[in-house]
């Protein structure tokens, strides 16, 4: 059974840095061999712990980068609903962007805090109005009982819980194992 859970976390950490475009070293997991919990976790966390450091600012003109639309690279593919929208519209009303703070900022009490408030694996472009909609709630499973959110179709949300569409339910457990780990 830790053999298992092992297994799973180290793909779990490596399926998201692959899929971030970052792909590690070979040997990179040295020293994970027979580690579980809290000891695996720390192995973990020292060895992403030195990162580059971006600000909540700098941090849009990577995701304008690691979320360009391969179609139109002047556009990001917005989380959530998979719509592809102009990079340089940023803002707070509809049709606009925003930095969705997947592990949200209360969850940790980190806003304006770095490195974690600009973290660009914890960042992520989404249509302002999907970003209110989420506002810090938890993940959790919603449907049928939630609201179908008129921008991100595929997602719901209720009065305590967001349920992410299939096409993203996976980056966000990475994303929320990274930061638990970070």
């Known amino acids: 059974m830790k053999n298992s859970i092992t297994f799973f976390l180290l793909f779990a950490v490596s399926s998201f840095l692959t899929i971030s ?5 070979i ?10 919990g809290d000891a695996l976790k720390q192995v973990l966390h020292d060895k992403i712990n ?5 600000s909540y600012n700098q941090a849009k003109y990577l995701i304008n980068y690691s979320d360009a639309d391969p179609e139109n690279p ?5 989380f959530y609903s998979q719509i592809s929208r102009n990079a340089s519209l940023y803002g707070s009303v509809a049709g606009t962007i925003n930095r969705e ?14 490195p974690m408030d600009g973290d660009a694996l914890n960042l992520r472009p989404a249509d302002a109005i999907v970003n ?13 009982n939630g609201v179908r959110d008129q921008t991100a179709t595929s997602c719901w949300y209720s009065e305590s819980a967001y349920e992410p569409g299939p096409l993203t339910k996976g980056q966000v457990a990475r994303i929320l194992f990274y930061m638990a780990t970070r």
């Open 21 to 25: 475009g970052i792909a590690q070293p």
């Open 27 to 36: 040997g990179f997991y040295n020293g994970t061999e027979g580690k579980s």
């Open 50 to 54: 030195n990162h580059v450091d971006f």
């Open 74 to 78: 002047a556009n990001v593919i917005l």
């Open 101 to 114: 703070h997947v592990w949200a900022k209360s969850h940790g009490n980190f806003s304006g805090i770095r």
């Open 132 to 144: 209110m909609n989420r506002g810090n709630l938890d993940f959790d499973n919603v449907q049928p």
